[in-house]
């Protein structure tokens, strides 16, 4: 089993910027490939924002490039979401994912709230 705890998510004003983090935790690690972050307005579905795989390649969210970026720690057995030109748009719970054998495994998320 595989445990993440998000972190990071706050209150800030448009413009500025966060970080959020996902760590990784369990004693079935090893093996998890890609790692993302996805996110969920009030109302609104789960989207996809960044993923990263074990080897370092990356996707994002139209919405989103250019002002995120995703990273990730393999040593720390953590992903790293970079927000930055937050928008009010932008406001949502952000959740991390861990893919490891075709499994997904979701934190509880971390709530971004961006004021104009």
């Known amino acids: 089993q595989v445990q993440l705890v998000e972190s990071g998510g706050g209150l800030v004003q448009a413009g500025g910027s966060l970080r959020l983090s996902c760590a990784a935790s369990?004693?079935?690690?090893?093996?998890?490939?890609?790692m993302g972050w996805y996110r969920q307005a009030p109302g609104k579905q789960r989207d996809l924002v960044a993923t990263?795989?074990?080897?370092?390649?990356?996707n994002y969210a139209d919405s989103v490039k250019g002002r995120f970026t995703i990273s990730r720690d393999a040593a720390e057995n953590t992903a790293y979401l970079q927000m930055s030109s937050l928008k009010p748009e932008d406001t949502a719970v952000y959740y991390c994912?861990?893919?490891?054998?075709?499994?997904?495994?979701w934190g509880k998320g971390t709530l971004v709230t961006v004021s104009s």
């Open positions: 369990g004693g079935t690690i090893f093996g998890i490939n890609t």
């Open positions: 990263i795989t074990s080897r370092g390649s990356t």
């Open positions: 994912k861990a893919t490891r054998f075709r499994v997904d495994y």
